[in-house]
């Protein structure tokens, strides 16, 4: 009798485990029949740099964090010169600039073992802004040059009212101080060696110089088409030709002479969630926040040469 209950319960036991067996063959076959599942990519990106891009860059990574949303994207201003001795220091991913690396910084970069990738994102005119109550609407460069070099001190002596010339300008870390020197102050002569009349103030961004020049009926200041508002009256400028006002149009067609591509700069070939970032700021969706903030998007021009420096 204890036999064949020893092997009913034997025969009970194999079949429990061939169940169970059977089961696991259908889960795992179940598991195989589904797709798998895609993973999102996920990460942190440090952009920094240009104050001129600062409002661009930010808007841009909020659109970009919409459709990436496991991808944080950082935003710092601090100047052009900040941002690509970030990218040098290996402490940002991207550096964003209003002006092109200069070769001193690509020698710096070389000796730490950096590759400045430069990609432009934009176009910018760089506006000459004064106080809505000045009656002044036009200059030309040689004008600006000797404002901004002291030899010409005030309005009357370009034929308005009688008042003191406050000059404004970008401090030195600026991407647009350093473009404003070499073609206005310098007028774009690499030999030439003046710099700004020590008169000058220098303001910590574009939006202290727009905050300036409205309340100061004396001031004159230079800001990134971005950051013009109705509180202030930008001029029409003539280097050759004509005069024409910092609008994308005139832009577009390199009429206006203060004119200039933006840039954003990575360690070599962007790759990854960088590049990701990337793709997207040269995108059409990209491309119409740079147009949103006031600047021109890629899409507008054909090619855009300056020189190398």
Not at 107 to 123: D, M, Q, R
Not at 207 to 230: F, R
């Given at each position: ?5 020893k092997?009913?319960s034997?025969?009970?036991s ?7 067996r059977?089961l696991?063959?259908i ?9 798998p ?8 990106i440090?952009?920094k740099?240009?104050?001129t ?13 919409k ?19 970030s990218?040098?220091?290996k402490?940002?991913d991207?550096a ?19 590759t400045?990738?430069?990609?432009i ?14 009656p ?9 040059h ?24 970008r401090e030195?870390?600026s991407g647009?101080?350093i ?19 020590p ?6 961004s ?45 832009v ?7 004119s ?18 990337i ?5 059409e ?19 855009f ?5």
């Amino acid at each position: 009798m204890k036999f064949y209950k020893k092997l009913a319960s034997y025969f009970f036991s194999a079949k429990i485990y061939e169940m169970k067996r059977c089961l696991l063959i259908i889960l795992f076959l179940i598991g195989c029949a589904q797709p798998p599942q895609i993973q999102e990519p996920s990460g942190f990106i440090q952009v920094k740099g240009s104050d001129t891009l600062v409002n661009a860059a930010q808007k841009l990574a909020e659109e970009f964090m919409k459709e990436y949303p496991y991808i944080f994207v950082a935003v710092t201003g601090g100047g052009s010169g900040v941002g690509i001795a970030s990218l040098i220091n290996k402490t940002t991913d991207i550096a964003t600039a209003s002006r092109r690396i200069k070769n001193k910084e690509k020698e710096i970069a070389k000796k730490w073992n950096v590759t400045p990738y430069e990609i432009i994102i934009g176009f910018d005119g760089v506006a000459v802004i004064v106080n809505k109550k000045n009656p002044i609407k036009k200059l030309t460069i040689k004008q600006l040059h000797d404002i901004y070099t002291g030899k010409i001190k005030n309005w009357n002596q370009l034929g308005e009212y009688n008042s003191s010339i406050v000059a404004l300008s970008r401090e030195v870390s600026s991407g647009t101080h350093i473009y404003f020197k070499e073609r206005v102050v310098q007028l774009d002569n690499k030999k030439s060696k003046e710099e700004f009349s020590p008169n000058v103030l220098l303001l910590s961004s574009n939006q202290a110089i727009v905050e300036e020049v409205a309340s100061n009926p004396q001031a004159i200041g230079y800001v990134g088409m971005g950051y013009l508002s109705s509180r202030v009256k930008a001029l029409a400028i003539k280097d050759e030709g004509d005069y024409f006002l910092p609008i994308p149009q005139n832009v577009i067609e390199k009429k206006y002479p203060l004119s200039r591509p933006l840039f954003m700069y990575t360690d070599g070939e962007p790759t990854g969630i960088v590049k990701i970032f990337i793709d997207f700021v040269l995108s059409e969706k990209g491309q119409k926040q740079i147009e949103e903030v006031g600047f021109v998007p890629l899409r507008s021009r054909d090619v855009f040469q300056t020189p190398e420096n």
